[in-house]
């Protein structure tokens, strides 16, 4: 069965420093692999994606995630954290194996980024 | 470009009410979804249409929820005898295909009282 996980509930970093927000998985074909984001009240956003290649991807408002086959990791990260990037951030797996696009979400970390 | 919309934006409803929940995935999107988001089961799949594909219903919780696809565009997720256990966030999304990544819409808070 598929899973994700983000084992922090909540991250807090200050302004300009680096950020982690951590994700493992588990999925028994080849794992697509997402990063979204939601603000209040707000739908999902996409930030970005792994599904082959290059195992460290770049994607919106200066974010990147690096794929750890090895840990079956996806963590997401960012060099220079701004306070505009507090908000809600969720980890999603696709089994590429499989013919359903459906998507596993982890549980969300909450980024707070304090000025 | 337009994105994914939902109507209604919030929907309040007596306990035992069905309800409608329509969601127009973005223009030439083959693939819609329907996933709830509540507090204490955080994002869950619903439901998945592909083109004409039979749908992938593995994630509907109960036989009162049921949704369907409209000449491969507009969607609505129905809900019947609606429990309080029911009240949510319903999120749509849509992508190119099964294989790409999925844009959400806004949501429909549904509260059952």
């Known amino acids: 069965a598929q899973s994700v996980a983000q084992p922090e509930d909540q991250v807090n970093v200050a302004e300009g420093n680096p950020l982690t927000v951590k994700c493992t998985y588990s999925?028994?074909?080849?794992?697509?692999l997402f990063w979204y984001v939601q603000y209040p009240n707000r739908g999902l956003q996409f930030l970005l994606k792994y599904i082959t290649g290059d195992n460290l991807v770049k994607g919106s408002y200066g974010f990147e995630a690096e794929f750890n086959k090895s840990q079956t990791s996806f963590h997401l990260k960012k060099p220079s954290a701004l306070v505009s990037d507090s908000a809600l951030y969720f980890c999603?797996?696709?089994?590429?194996?499989?013919?359903?696009?459906?998507?596993?979400f982890g549980q969300g970390t909450t980024l707070q980024v304090k000025p | 470009g337009a994105g994914v919309s939902q109507s209604p934006s919030n929907k309040v409803t007596e306990k035992g009410k069905d309800v409608e929940l329509r969601c127009d995935p973005i223009?030439?999107?083959?693939?819609l979804y329907w996933y709830r988001q509540s507090l204490g089961q955080g994002l869950e799949f619903l439901i998945y249409f592909q083109g004409n594909s039979a749908p992938d219903k593995s994630g509907l919780p109960s036989d009162r929820f049921s949704a369907e696809r409209t000449g491969g565009s507009v969607s609505t997720l129905t809900i019947q005898r609606t429990q309080q256990e029911d009240s949510a966030v319903y999120l749509c999304?849509?992508?190119?295909?099964?294989?790409?990544?999925?844009?959400f819409g806004p949501g429909t808070r549904l509260t059952v009282t």
């Open positions: 999603a797996v696709r089994d590429g194996s499989s013919n359903t696009g459906k998507l596993i």
């Open positions: 223009s030439g999107h083959t693939a």
């Open positions: 999925v028994s074909g080849n794992p697509y």
């Open positions: 999304a849509s992508s190119r295909s099964f294989t790409y990544e999925q844009y």
